[in-house]
């Protein structure tokens, strides 16, 4: 079972972003996210942390909680991510909080 966040009826994670925004390596905070809307997410500690991670990502990766690892997405199909860049992606969401919240 594929699952995304998108599946969830969380309010809390409701965006809407341009896909082109995030399809390079290159992310310009700033045009992604504002200062409330980091501490809001901040806020929620976990949950927060999902939904910045789902702006980010959403389209690229999805976990798979019955296989306990993440998939990404490649050309039309979906393949485990044994080399790990969904979990590496997370560490933009650290580096995001880094860049609002030490201002």
Request: glycine residues 2%.
């Amino acid at each position: 079972m594929l699952v995304d966040t998108e599946q969830r009826n969380d309010e809390s994670c409701q965006f809407e972003i341009e896909k082109d925004l995030i399809d390079d390596d290159e992310f310009d905070f700033d045009e992604l996210f504002d200062y409330e809307e980091v501490l809001k997410y901040f806020e929620k500690e976990d949950i927060g942390d999902a939904c910045i991670y789902r702006k980010l990502y959403k389209e690229r990766f999805v976990y798979h909680f019955d296989k306990q690892m993440w998939f990404k997405y490649v050309g039309p199909h979906w393949e485990p991510d044994y080399s790990l860049e969904a979990v590496r992606g997370a560490e933009l969401v650290f580096e995001i909080y880094k860049h609002f919240l030490n201002q």
